[in-house]
């Protein structure tokens, strides 16, 4: 019994060493591994790092009133070009030959988009300037086949740099919806090279080839369009090859932005004026060289922009690429809108120095006023007590003033004989605005200029209107610089019937709708409503009343009177509005203008070349405000044609189809 309890205690004894042992093998491994192979674990974990792939937000879209799709944001397979650290020259244009077989894109296409220093030009690489840093990545091809991803993907490790992503592209209605109050996108890298104000140091919103606004809606409500970039986190090894994705942060698309536009009013007026303008050209001589009009109609009540037509026009899709030197070429006079900026006259077919010189010849599109203006001509003169409601004064055609030397004259010297306020704008009587303007000058001296400002500027001219697009122009007040120039007795008569200022379709179309609303302002309106991506209403935009110019219901009564008698027999847009079924209170304008060219003279002492302006040519420009029905204005519209003689057989023309496209639509309560 003792020896088998000994044996017991030797065989635990045994089992005690064995697992000691064990012990003291574990710890020593354990050690080993601190103590010989932790630098290696060590060097590991130091050698991983975070990589973010950012997401772009996909754009907002842009509709019409009623909900039609003018602008919309869609993923699209792209093919893009990052370059990479170890490529040269060969490693280039081997890229170069392949893809152009893949992308059936030409040598010389890719190497501009890739912009790696290098051009293909007759046969040959060439090298260039690089324009933009070697880190940004270059969009190749938009809208690949799947032939075209399947095939890059396939040759891929004989592809360096290039990459298939998948990318929001803006797409624009094919149909041409009022393109340049619409406006365009473009990378953000561009925004910033050309400095645009409005992405001054917000660069930490957007990626570089970001697309976001350039021009109109697309840029003047940018903050509701863009959304909100999302990434991905990802844990990468020394090699960039992804460990895991540590954290995600989802993309906020952006809102939706609803126009005031109809675009069947918008396209019924673009179609109006395209059909209008070439038999213009071929009936009325001075109006032969005519290319563009403009025109914007706004509803009385709220200051919403059913229409804006800045023409020609020209398709925003070629955005989407961007379009090459070529296609910009083609463009370029189109892009500005005429209606609110100073658009180019359109000199296509014509090229290079050939167009420039023969841009010189031609107004733009924001020209003298004209009679149009005649109507606060005439409210000045009876609020400034100069003339009375009651008042007759014979109108000889002719009007002498100042000494008697200077004379102002009506169209081809016609006496109107006794004619009252409301039959001088029937007539359009100069002579009758010049009798006001220099009785003006007279009692008032050297504050003439500012109390006819102020009037001015109380129906919106001079300054800006508040419509919510970018870079609006304010007009042209040259009455102010004659004034300055000559004394307040020229500048006072020259500007009393509409020769001293310049202003905008969309300040007329204002001036039109102020003098519906009796003196108050609103401000024009091209946002109806703002909505989230799932479409919960975000914020909407109520009437603005902008200033008021309250003068005596017999004043507005006068010039009412008047610019309804415009539309009838005796009247200067008689045939225009001929056969309307309700009353249209309307004025036609002719504005003159001189066009100076620049030549080349030789000064003949210093034998240096300087440039010399001279007097081309003497041009007219047709010019219209309307506002109707009389009874009840429901809408207002103001017209200029360039270069289209008598207003009231071009602008009128193109107001009346304004009149009969928004009843076809929308219709005239009656």
């Known amino acids: 019994m003792k020896e088998a309890k000994n044996d017991r205690l030797k065989r635990l004894q045994i089992v005690y060493i064995v697992v000691f042992l064990m012990f003291v093998a574990i710890i020593f491994r354990l050690a080993q591994i601190q103590i010989q192979q932790g630098s ?10 975070y990589k973010k792939d950012y997401i772009s937000a996909m754009r907002g879209n842009i509709y019409d009133r009623n909900g039609y799709v003018i602008a919309e944001s869609r993923p699209s397979h792209l093919a893009v070009f990052r370059e990479q650290e170890v490529m040269g020259k060969k490693a280039y244009f081997d890229l170069v030959e392949k893809l152009e077989k893949i992308l059936k894109l030409d040598k010389a296409t890719l190497l501009k988009k890739m912009d790696v220093g290098y051009a293909y030009e007759k046969g040959n690489y060439v090298g260039v300037a690089r324009q933009l840093p070697r880190y940004l990545e270059k969009e190749l091809k938009v809208d690949l086949t799947e032939k075209e991803i399947a095939v890059l993907g396939e040759h891929r490790g004989e592809l360096p740099g290039i990459e298939v992503v998948t990318k929001p592209i803006r797409k624009y209605d094919p149909k041409q919806i009022a393109v340049q109050a619409v406006g365009y996108v473009r990378p ?5 090279n050309v400095k645009l104000a409005s992405y001054k140091d917000e ?21 509701e369009l863009r959304g909100s970039n999302g990434y991905r986190m990802y844990e990468v090894a ?12 989802p993309s906020i698309p952006g809102n939706h932005v609803y126009l005031t536009i109809d675009q069947r009013v918008q396209l019924g007026i673009r179609d109006s004026i395209r059909e209008f303008l070439p038999k213009m050209r071929a009936t009325i001589p001075e109006a032969r060289a005519a290319k563009g009009a403009y025109v914007v109609a706004v509803e009385v009540k709220t200051g919403k922009v059913v229409a804006m037509v800045s023409y020609p026009e020209y398709d925003p899709n070629v955005w989407i690429e961007g379009p090459d030197q070529k296609m910009y070429d083609e463009i370029k006079l189109v892009v500005t809108n005429g209606t609110i900026r100073e658009a180019p006259y359109d000199t296509r077919p014509l090229k290079g120095e050939a167009a420039i010189q023969e841009g010189y010849k031609h107004p733009g599109s924001i020209v003298p006023s004209g009679s149009v203006l005649k109507p606060i001509t005439v409210l000045l003169g009876l609020q400034e007590g100069i003339i009375s409601p009651a008042d007759r004064w014979n109108d000889a055609g002719v009007y002498h003033y100042g000494r008697g030397t200077d004379r102002i004259k009506n169209d081809s010297s016609k006496a109107h004989g006794m004619i009252t306020p409301a039959i001088s704008l029937q007539k359009s009587s100069n002579t009758y605005m010049a009798r006001i303007g220099e009785e003006l000058s007279r009692r008032k001296g050297k504050e003439s200029a500012a109390i006819l400002q102020s009037y001015y500027h109380a129906f919106g001219l001079g300054v800006q209107t508040g419509v919510d697009l970018p870079n609006e122009n304010k007009g042209k007040e040259d009455y102010l610089v004659m004034n300055e120039n000559y004394g307040p007795l020229a500048s006072m008569v020259q500007a009393s019937f509409g020769q001293q200022v310049r202003a905008t379709t969309m300040q007329l179309a204002q001036f039109a709708a102020t003098l519906a609303n009796k003196g108050v302002r609103l401000q024009p309106q091209m946002v109806d409503k703002i909505t989230d991506p799932e479409g919960k209403l975000v914020k909407t935009y109520t009437p603005k009343t902008m200033s008021t110019f309250p003068h005596p219901d017999k004043y507005w009564d006068i010039l009412e009177q008047g610019m309804v008698m415009v539309t009838k027999p005796g009247g200067t847009a008689v045939r225009a509005y001929e056969g309307m079924p309700f009353q249209v209170a309307a004025k036609t304008g002719t504005s003159e203008q001189d066009i100076y060219v620049p030549t080349t003279v030789t000064d003949e002492k210093t034998g240096q070349k300087k440039t010399k302006w001279k007097m081309h040519a003497r041009i007219t420009n047709g010019v219209s405000i309307s506002y109707a029905p009389v009874d009840d204005p429901v809408l207002a ?13 071009s602008a009128a023309i193109i107001s009346r189809s304004v009149y009969d496209v928004y009843d076809k639509h929308i219709g005239f309560k009656r």
Do not use: C, F, M
């Open 40 to 49: 290696v674990y060590a060097n590991e974990l130091a050698n991983r790092s």
């Open 637 to 649: 519209v103001a017209v200029i044609v360039p270069e289209g003689g008598y207003g009231g057989r």
């Open 188 to 192: 953000y890298h561009i925004a910033e």
């Open 203 to 223: 660069s930490k919103l957007y990626l570089p080839n970001q697309l976001v606004g350039l021009d109109g809606i697309e840029l003047s409500y940018e903050k």
């Open 238 to 249: 020394a090699d960039q090859t992804v460990v895991k994705q540590v954290e995600e942060v």
